[in-house]
């Protein structure tokens, strides 16, 4: 079973930085997309940003210079640099990843699609 791990959330005030990480269950070996979604209360999940296995890098606009997305050179865990937070950054952030991973190995690979947890970050006025 794949798990994805979040850290990092928490209470900041406006024009603060928060780091969120999410790692990967060591039984995925080939990861196609990691990802940051975050919703609000009421709100539909958002993309935040998202990453490649070849690198290309996207972010949403309310974002864009703002936010950093990275990956580690083992490709299974990936990181939120969140600079200059507004208070219309409060949400629920949550990592997403697909690729492929196996049970065992003498299992054959298989296609995922997980979500972490989710974790709260609150940004005070």
């Known amino acids: 079973q794949v798990q994805l791990v979040e850290s990092g959330g928490g209470l900041v005030q406006a024009g603060g930085s928060l780091r969120l990480s999410c790692a990967a269950s060591?039984?995925?070996?080939?990861?196609?997309?990691m990802a940051w979604y975050r919703q609000a209360p009421g709100k539909q999940r958002d993309l935040v940003a998202r990453?490649?296995?070849?690198?290309?890098?996207n972010y949403a606009d309310f974002v864009k210079g703002r936010f950093t997305i990275s990956r580690e050179s083992d490709k299974n865990t990936v990181y939120l640099q969140m600079n200059s937070l507004k208070p219309e950054d409060t949400a629920v952030y949550y990592c997403?990843?697909?690729?492929?991973?196996?049970?065992?190995?003498?299992?054959?690979?298989?296609?995922?699609?997980?979500w972490g947890q989710g974790t709260q970050v609150t940004v005070s006025s």
């Open positions: 997403y990843a697909d690729g492929f991973y196996r049970e065992s190995y003498v299992a054959g690979p298989r296609w995922f699609e997980y």
């Open positions: 990453i490649t296995n070849s690198g290309t890098i």
């Open positions: 060591a039984n995925v070996f080939s990861i196609n997309v």
